[in-house]
């Protein structure tokens, strides 16, 4: 992982609301997909145990900035459409996500916005491509609420937890955020492989 990007670094140098920012672009933005989402939360939820901010706020303001990030997304998808399909990749869009979201998408329809919360990469484009798919917002705000309670409340909790329960704990962040890192894409892996088998099927 690139340094500037590294959990830690982010909470030192933009603080509280530098992680909230960067909850809400990864939730949502497509510019947002290479963004630490897990790490990012359970890294706060740790130093939060160490007293550098409230656990509470860090908690709230996060799932706030998971809801409204998802929202943004759907809103985009809705406005933008099918032209995304078109767009030139760049640096910061491939239609490989998009593509990759839609099937995640078709497979798990209205769960997708809960499950996708926990896939890097899916996590960002899920919503968009709900937006896409014209799915009745009713549907998709309540499935944004949960996954983004699960997801923002259940990471930063956790490192709070941890925090609070193992003595030196952070002796063991960097092993176990890269552990994070590594099980968060055991998804991505998985699916990539499924796809590779179906083919030389």
């Not at 933009?14 to 497509?30: H, K, N, Q, T, Y």
């Not at 099918?82 to 760049?90: A, P, V, Y």
């Not at 490192?159 to 968060?184: M, Q, R």
């Not at 055991?186 to 099927?201: A, F, G, N, T, W």
Request: some cysteine; charged content about 15%; proline content about 4%.
């Amino acid at each position: 992982m690139l340094h500037f990007l590294e959990p830690l670094v982010i909470i030192k140098t933009l603080g509280l609301f530098g992680v909230f920012a960067i909850v809400f672009a990864e939730s949502g933005l497509f510019f947002g997909f290479f963004l630490p989402g897990d790490s990012l939360l359970f890294t706060a939820g740790f130093l939060a145990s160490q007293g550098f901010f409230p656990i509470g706020w860090l908690s709230l303001g996060c799932f706030i900035a998971a809801v409204l990030g998802d929202s943004v997304g759907y809103a985009f998808g809705r406005r933008v459409g099918i032209k995304l399909f078109t767009r030139e990749d760049s640096v910061f869009f491939h239609k490989a996500h998009i593509a990759r979201a839609q099937l995640f998408y078709e497979k798990y329809g209205k769960k997708a916005i809960i499950l996708g919360r926990f896939i890097p990469v899916v996590r960002t484009f899920v919503p968009i491509v709900a937006g896409i798919g014209s799915m009745p917002y009713k549907i998709f705000i309540r499935s944004n609420i949960l996954g983004g309670a699960l997801w923002a409340l259940g990471m930063t909790l956790g490192g709070y937890w941890l925090g609070t329960l193992v003595p030196s704990v952070d002796k063991y962040l960097l092993p176990i955020i890269f552990l994070i890192i590594i099980v968060s894409f055991v998804p991505i892996i998985r699916e990539y492989l499924k796809s590779r088998r179906s083919k030389e099927l």
